[in-house]
């Protein structure tokens, strides 16, 4: 049963490509309806991890939309002033970096290789804060990718999965 539903996901086996992925709207969708539900003046009662299992090859997105939705929001975040873990103080007294809480964070599982669609959630993971909007700001890094064959474990735990080690 279940890998029919998987084979039945394939895009190659749908009949006239009929469902097409809109990864910016989805996003948008999920995390305004959490920022919505969830805050509380400046702070969010609630944090929120989604877990995107994805080829990537969003075909109703051009290269850049998401990108451009993410920077919006992440701006935003900024905008509206979510405190950082290690303020700036302890920072130069401790010698360790800036760190902001991940409220909210995006966890992208590729299923397949496509060049393309490796290059996107590369850039998404590790140069989303090299946009000039971004630039010389403290901005959470709330993306994060991996690829479905990595170890699912320490994927889907995180953090939690290092500690428990």
């Known amino acids: 049963m279940f890998l029919k539903k998987m084979a039945d996901a394939d895009p190659n086996n749908w009949k006239n490509n009929i469902f097409k992925i809109d990864m910016s709207a989805s996003l948008s969708l999920i995390l305004e309806d959490h920022l919505r539900k969830n805050r509380d003046g400046e702070k969010l009662r609630r944090y929120l991890t989604i877990l995107v299992l994805t080829d990537s090859l969003w075909e109703l997105n051009d290269e850049y939309t998401v990108d451009d939705y993410l920077v919006t929001f992440v701006k935003r975040i900024l905008?509206?002033?979510?405190?950082?873990?290690?303020?700036?103080?302890?920072?130069?007294?401790?010698?360790?970096?800036?760190?902001?809480?991940?409220?909210?964070?995006?966890?992208?599982?590729?299923?397949?290789?496509?060049p393309k669609a490796i290059v996107r959630l590369d850039r998404l993971d590790n140069h989303l804060k090299d946009k000039q909007e971004l630039l010389r700001t403290f901005s959470?890094?709330?993306?994060?990718?991996?690829?479905?064959?990595?170890?699912?474990?320490?994927?889907?735990?995180?953090?939690?999965?290092?500690r428990l080690r």
């Open 79 to 114: 905008e509206e002033r979510w405190e950082p873990e290690t303020p700036l103080e302890t920072s130069c007294q401790t010698n360790k970096p800036i760190s902001h809480p991940r409220p909210i964070s995006i966890q992208f599982i590729r299923f397949g290789h496509h």
């Open 140 to 162: 959470p890094d709330i993306i994060d990718t991996d690829d479905a064959d990595m170890d699912m474990y320490r994927t889907l735990l995180g953090k939690l999965y290092r």
